[in-house]
C-alpha cells in the first residue's frame, strides 16, 4: 500500500477486521445501519436518495460509492441522484447562509446572551445590501435546487430535513421541517429521513476506520 493514496475501494474491504477489536459496538451498529435504511414509511428507493445526498455532506467517498451503488440497484435514475446532491449542496451552503445572522450579531456586538434565536435568521436579509449579487445568487440557486423536477417538493423537503441534521443548523431545521409538514410529509417520514441520516453520519466514522488501520499497519 502506498503512503501516499489515502483512498482507494480496496480498502473499504477492511471494515471487518474493526468486529473482533470491537465486537458488541460493531455488530449494534450495523443493525442500527440496517434499521435505518430498511424500508418503513420511507421505501428503500427513497432512503438510498437520501443517503446519497447525506454522504455527500459528509464526504464520505466510501459512503458515495456504497450508496450510489445501493441507489442504482433499487432503479434510481441519475437525474434523482443528481437532484439529489443539488439539495445537500444548497442544505451546505444555507447552512453557512442561515449562520450569517449570527455573524452580524457578533459584529454589531450584541448584547443578547442566546446565540439562537428564530429573529436571528431574519437578519439574513441585510447581505441583500451588504453583497447583493452574491446574496441573490445564492437566493436563485437554493429555488432552483429546492424546485419539484425527478423528485417531488416533498421528497425534496425530507433530504433538507436530513441534510441539515447533518450539518446541525437549527434554522434550516425548522424551516425544512416545516416544508416538509407544508408538502403533506408525516412525523413519521421525518423520524425516518432523520434516521438516515445519524445512520449515515455514524457510518463516515466507521467506514474512515479502514483509514486508521492503514495507518496504524503502516510503518
Known amino acids: 500500500m502506498s503512503n501516499e493514496i489515502l483512498y482507494k475501494k480496496s480498502y473499504f474491504s477492511r471494515l471487518p477486521e474493526m468486529e473482533p477489536l470491537a465486537p458488541e459496538a460493531f455488530r449494534a451498529f450495523v443493525e442500527f445501519d440496517k434499521q435505518a435504511l430498511a424500508p418503513g414509511k420511507l421505501s428503500a428507493k427513497f432512503k438510498e436518495i437520501i443517503a446519497i445526498a447525506v454522504a455527500h455532506t459528509t464526504g464520505c467517498p466510501y459512503c458515495i460509492e456504497l450508496h450510489v451503488k445501493n441507489a442504482k440497484t433499487n432503479e434510481v435514475s441519475k437525474e434523482e441522484l443528481s437532484e439529489s446532491i443539488f439539495v445537500a449542496t444548497a442544505l451546505k451552503a444555507g447552512s453557512a447562509m442561515a449562520h450569517g445572522g449570527n455573524a452580524l450579531q457578533a459584529y454589531d456586538e450584541s448584547s443578547d446572551p442566546e446565540l439562537y434565536k428564530k429573529q436571528y435568521f431574519s437578519r439574513i436579509k441585510e447581505f441583500a445590501e451588504l453583497s447583493g449579487e452574491a446574496f441573490q445568487g445564492f437566493v436563485d440557486f437554493d429555488k432552483q435546487a429546492m424546485k419539484s423536477g425527478a423528485l417531488s417538493a416533498k421528497e425534496k423537503e425530507l433530504i433538507a430535513i436530513a441534510v441539515a441534521h447533518t450539518t446541525?443548523?437549527?434554522?434550516?431545521?425548522?424551516?425544512?421541517?416545516?416544508?416538509?409538514?407544508?408538502?403533506?410529509?408525516?412525523?413519521?417520514?421525518?423520524?425516518?429521513?432523520?434516521?438516515?441520516?445519524?445512520a449515515l453520519k455514524a457510518g463516515s466514522a466507521i467506514a474512515h476506520s479502514v483509514n486508521a488501520l492503514n495507518s496504524y499497519d503502516s510503518k
Not at 446541525?168 to 429521513?193: F, L, M, N, R, W
Open 168 to 198: 446541525g443548523c437549527p434554522y434550516c431545521i425548522d424551516i425544512h421541517t416545516k416544508g416538509a409538514k407544508q408538502e403533506g410529509a408525516s412525523k413519521e417520514e421525518v423520524a425516518e429521513s432523520i434516521f438516515v441520516a445519524t
